[in-house]
């Protein structure tokens, strides 16, 4: 029987909606509103609204249907009272704004909120590439390094609900590794997100490398972004192999520490920058092979997403499903200290 759920990933540029059927992972028809964050909290609520009836209107499912909303934040939100703690790109940072009180009130549906990459995580294991998986990773490459963790079959949430921040995973200890976003120093986003690799592009062409990433970029440094640089690498170019093998085994390091720690069945790849496929995961392989010697690191599985754009929104439904259907229960894990 179906049970469909409204989904929403909520992004500093774009929010985009759909109703899904929370049994099966089923997504209908997705729509798409620009966010515009540099506003107010309630223009923004509003926003979501209007975006919240659209992607009803869009699926042809009866409103009567929809049982419940959930929404993916992109930052630290209160899992009990469904409050936002931390939103960095939000106007004001969006502090202490109840933002699930709010659309339950204007649209009838009960809302819940989860942080967007652990939405990613919940989507993937439950109807991607982590589905029948009891034990896996997740890694969120895009802008940043976001991730997540499910451990003997349930989503892993940890104190304040920040377990699987995995981006900030530190790699390097040297008192000249780069500042991260987050403050601190060597983190693996520092060394793996997008920016970082079409920084490291830039940087050769201004160099003067020997490259085609300047020519495929029309000679301007702003046009060079990750999916040009693997396009690059796609066709030989051995600066932007250097640059993903060594994007790739950086994020091996980090990887290698969450294999040692958790012993995963699995580790997932999303984002953008996972697009790379091989160009990003041969370097990951070799990174396990030199550092993990606890368990043979072969049998951990590694895997590209499956589901795309879609994943937090199937996993925004399925979080809202979990909480209102099968009384998943995060007190005790997020507790404020």
């Not at 940043?144 to 200890?173: C, F, K, P, W, Y």
């Not at 590794?177 to 830039?202: K, L």
């Not at 990750?226 to 640059?243: F, R, S, T």
């Not at 499956?306 to 439904?317: F, V």
Request: aromatic fraction near 6%.
């Amino acid at each position: 029987m179906s049970a469909y759920y409204l989904g929403c990933d909520l992004g500093g540029t774009n929010m985009r909606a759909a109703v899904v059927d929370a049994e099966t992972g089923a997504t209908f028809t997705a729509v798409k509103n620009a966010t515009h964050a540099h506003e107010a909290p309630e223009a923004v609520i509003g926003r979501m609204v209007h975006l919240f009836e659209a992607a009803i209107t869009a699926s042809g499912v009866l409103r009567s249907a929809i049982r419940g909303a959930g929404v993916g934040v992109p930052g630290r939100v209160d899992y009990e009272s469904g409050e936002t703690r931390f939103l960095p790109n939000f106007y004001g940072n969006w502090p202490d704004v109840p933002l699930a009180s709010r659309l339950q009130k204007l649209t009838g549906l009960p809302t819940h909120l989860i942080n967007d990459v652990r939405s990613i995580t919940l989507g993937e294991w439950r109807f991607g590439a982590g589905k029948g998986i009891d034990t896996l990773a997740c890694f969120a490459i895009g802008t940043g390094i976001g991730g997540g963790l499910v451990i003997r079959n349930r989503l892993h949430l940890g104190l304040l609900g920040s377990a699987g921040e995995l981006g900030h995973l530190i790699i390097d200890t040297s008192q000249d590794a780069p500042v991260c976003g987050c403050g601190a120093r060597g983190c693996v986003e520092a060394f793996s997100s997008g920016p970082q690799i079409a920084a490291r592009g830039a940087r050769a062409v201004m160099q003067g490398r020997t490259t085609v990433i300047g020519e495929l970029a029309g000679h301007d440094l702003n046009k060079i972004t990750p999916a040009l640089i693997c396009n690059a690498a796609q066709a030989g170019d051995p600066v932007a192999l250097e640059i993903y093998d060594e994007a790739g085994y950086h994020l091996g390091i980090a990887v290698a520490s969450v294999v040692v720690a958790l012993a995963p069945k699995m580790v997932i790849f999303g984002g953008g920058v996972a697009a790379a496929g091989e160009l990003l995961l041969a370097p990951v392989r070799r990174a396990l092979s030199e550092r993990v010697h606890m368990l043979p690191p072969e049998k951990v599985r590694l895997a590209q997403a499956m589901l795309g754009d879609e994943a937090g929104i199937a996993g925004a439904a399925g979080w809202a499903y979990l909480r209102n259907e099968q009384g998943y229960l995060v007190a005790d894990e997020v507790r404020e200290l």
